[in-house]
């Protein structure tokens, strides 16, 4: 059985159709790359899956539960973690309140949640900045934080939106890394990227989006030899 | 107890919480001796400003909801330890707790539209509120309508019963009493998963649904306490000046306004600001409409002006409260820092 079943969502914002009848499925333990270009729906597409919007047509479920239209809460609480493109860090307190806050959920007791969410900096390497001002932080160190802060939530599937942009070569890879350990463990993942190395190298399938319809969907080998893949990145030649 | 009470000595906040206890219970015994009513009066109002400027502060420095509506909780409690004193022969030691529960019931009744709406809008909205109990309370003949209610004086033998004392002295200690109370209340619902939740909505509504958090229902449980102990500041009002009348209770500048400032001059991101804001605010206040605006009557209104000083002083010169400031100049350990000496 699929951990999550998207069937046919829709969602109009006005008259742009801005997700235009997606399907696809994800079994557990798998590793799943979303790619498009700029405003292709990749982002509502995820605020659909957690939550934030409601589909207009549709269905959605997740580990076996029909998901479609419950509080972002309620699907965070059945397993599914998210981070936020643009980041949103709880900037007034600390970054180890940040992550404690997500360790709550499954730890109610406050010092209990604290230890959790120590250990999860340790292996996100935010550790050092513990006592840091959540807004303190630089970008792709808020990017690490919104990452730390949905796996103390410790789902099942983690909803990645751009985790690896504005990172330098080298921090994409110890990334990455850290992204394939995390998997391992056992946690299902699905990434919004923009960037190709990093997304070709991760995913296990790529799912590609353009105009709100999902164009492609295959191995990052057959997504890259894919002539309608090119087309909506580079257009159509014209001879 | 005694355990819990060695081991808080040994912390500085600890001792300096039992210095400042100690002077606060003294300090009624020397004003009685010395006959200063105005001080001991000064120093209830500080007190009941304390309670229920703290209490506001569970909403909005801890959830992030700016609430100028808080007089319809303090009036509602107070005119319920009125009528249940007056209609009923409850005493208030019953009554001022059951004010403070109307008063939360009151709060979740107005939480359910009041939540649907967020920052300025809230705060808006929660000044309509505050000005409609007042129409409601004027026109309700029950509750006396525009005159009020009075409570007459009743024989020595009754006097504990109604709780009804001279000056201000011994509503001091039963003032002290009931901050006491929230303390051992509020203290360790800020520091539980609720108070940690607060907060997590208070900066990003989003982010804190993204991490399981239920943004409603956890703005009602602060709503619930908020109302709670307003409520029970107006039952501190009515046992000590046995008269509530709707343009007192439910004023917007002197209660609502008043908590508010309080609040934000102690500092809305320390727990224990808005006590501070309480001692420093309202005796100024108080001092200026007692000495001042009788000085000059023709200028009605001036005690509101230096109102209005003090708000400016507070946004230029301390845009973070007394607290904050204290903390920016050093005098107190930061907020970053006490994360880490936080107890395993």
New interface residues.
């Given amino acids: 059985m699929s951990l999550l079943e998207v069937k046919g969502v829709v969602k109009r914002f006005g008259g742009l159709v801005a997700v235009n009848d997606v399907s696809f499925s994800m079994d557990e333990g798998e590793r799943v790359g979303l790619i498009g270009p700029n405003g292709a729906g990749k982002t509502t597409l995820f605020n659909l899956i957690s939550g934030y919007y409601r589909p207009d047509k549709g269905r959605i479920f997740f580990d076996g539960r029909d998901i479609t239209g419950r509080k972002p809460y309620e699907i965070t609480k059945l397993g599914v973690g998210r981070t936020f493109q643009i980041v949103k860090p709880l900037s007034n307190l600390t970054v180890l309140d940040n992550v404690a806050i997500g360790a709550l959920l499954r730890h109610p007791d406050v010092n209990e949640a604290r230890k959790r969410a120590e250990e999860v900096l340790k292996l996100t390497g935010l550790y050092e900045k513990r006592n840091m001002r959540a807004g303190s932080l630089n970008l792709p160190e808020k990017k690490r934080l919104e990452l730390s802060r949905a796996l103390a939530t410790e789902p099942k599937l983690l909803l990645l939106d751009e985790v690896v942009a504005g990172l330098n070569p080298s921090e994409v890879d110890e990334l990455l890394k850290l992204l394939r350990e995390i998997n391992e463990s056992g946690v299902t993942i699905l990434m919004v990227e923009h960037v190709m190395r990093a997304v070709m190298n991760i995913s296990e399938r790529i799912i590609v989006m353009d105009y709100g319809v999902k164009i492609a969907e295959g191995t990052p080998q057959e997504i890259a030899s894919d002539p309608r893949v090119i087309e909506a990145y580079l257009g159509r030649e014209e001879l | 107890m005694l355990q819990f009470i060695k081991e808080g000595l040994r912390d500085r906040n600890g001792q300096y919480f039992a210095i400042v206890a100690a002077v606060m219970l003294v300090a009624p015994l020397i004003f009685w001796k010395l006959d200063l009513p105005f001080a001991a009066n000064a120093m209830l109002l500080c007190l009941m400003f304390s309670i229920m400027a703290m209490a506001w502060n569970l909403l909005e420095g801890y959830t992030g909801q700016l609430s100028f509506g808080h007089a319809v909780f303090f009036g509602v409690g107070a005119y319920t330890t009125m009528i249940l004193m007056l209609y009923y022969r409850v005493t208030p030691w019953v009554g001022i707790f059951v004010g403070g529960l109307v008063a939360a019931l009151v709060g979740l009744a107005l939480g359910v539209p009041l939540f649907r709406l967020r920052s300025h809008w809230f705060a808006l909205a929660t000044i309509a509120v505050g000005e409609i109990f007042k129409l409601i309370f004027i026109s309700w003949d029950y509750v006396g309508g525009s005159a009020g209610l009075q409570s007459p004086i009743v024989p020595e033998e009754q006097k504990l019963y109604y709780l009804q004392y001279a000056g201000s002295y011994v509503y001091i200690y039963l003032a002290l009493g009931l901050l006491g109370l929230e303390l051992l209340i509020m203290y360790p619902l800020v520091?539980?998963?609720i108070g940690?939740?607060l907060?997590?909505i208070?900066?990003?509504e989003?982010?804190?649904?993204?991490?399981?958090?239920?943004p409603f229902k956890y703005k009602m449980v602060a709503m619930f306490f908020s109302a709670l102990f307003t409520g029970i500041g107006g039952g501190i009002y009515t046992v000590r000046f046995r008269f509530v009348d709707p343009f007192a209770v439910f004023d917007l500048i002197s209660v609502s306004v008043y908590i508010t400032i309080a609040g934000i001059l102690g500092g809305i991101?320390s727990f224990i600001g808005p006590i501070v804001g309480s001692f420093v605010f309202v005796p100024i206040s108080e001092y200026v409409r007692v000495y001042i605006v009788s000085r000059f009557p023709r200028f009605y209104g001036l005690h509101v002006f230096v109102l209005g000083v003090i708000l400016l002083a507070i946004s230029l010169l301390a845009p973070e409260g007394i607290m904050g400031w204290l903390e920016k100049k050093g005098y107190l350990r930061k907020r970053?820092?006490t994360?880490?000496v936080?107890k395993?």
């Fill in positions: 520091k539980s998963r940690y939740y907060q997590a208070r900066e990003d989003d982010a804190a649904m993204s991490l399981g958090i239920n991101y970053e820092e994360g880490e936080r395993e």
